[in-house]
């Protein structure tokens, strides 16, 4: 069993930034990548940034490119989402999820966080 906890979320405005965080407990950390998505109101849940399989190359959507950045500590079992320039568009609900290592981008994922919720206004 791993536990996620998504924290780091709050009102900005366009153009801030933000730190999101997703904190692991339970199962082996290394055995396991997680990934960032999001869902904003009315629309289905979409892939925000991760690693690749077996801890590859990161992979952002292309709406994210250039501003969000992803980094993991594995001292503190803590998958980061780093969120510059942030637009209005950016507002959702962000969660984590996590996928064993050899599992592609995409799934299947295993668990999910409760999600954090991210305002941005203009």
């Known amino acids: 069993q791993v536990q996620l906890v998504e924290s780091g979320g709050g009102l900005v405005q366009a153009g801030d930034s933000l730190r999101l965080s997703c904190a692991a407990s339970?199962?082996?950390?290394?055995?396991?990548?997680m990934d960032w998505f999001r869902q904003a109101p009315g629309k289905e849940r979409e892939f925000v940034a991760g690693f690749g399989r077996n801890g590859g190359a990161t992979v952002f959507a292309d709406a994210v490119k250039g501003r969000f950045t992803i980094s993991r500590d594995y001292a503190k079992n803590t998958v980061y989402l780093q969120m510059n320039s942030l637009k209005p568009e950016d507002t959702a609900i962000y969660y984590c999820?996590?996928?064993?290592?050899?599992?592609?981008?995409?799934?299947?994922?295993?668990?999910w966080g409760q999600g954090t919720q991210v305002t941005v206004s203009s």
């Open positions: 999820a996590a996928r064993q290592k050899i599992a592609p981008i995409g799934g299947p994922y295993d668990y």
């Open positions: 339970g199962r082996t950390f290394s055995m396991w990548s």
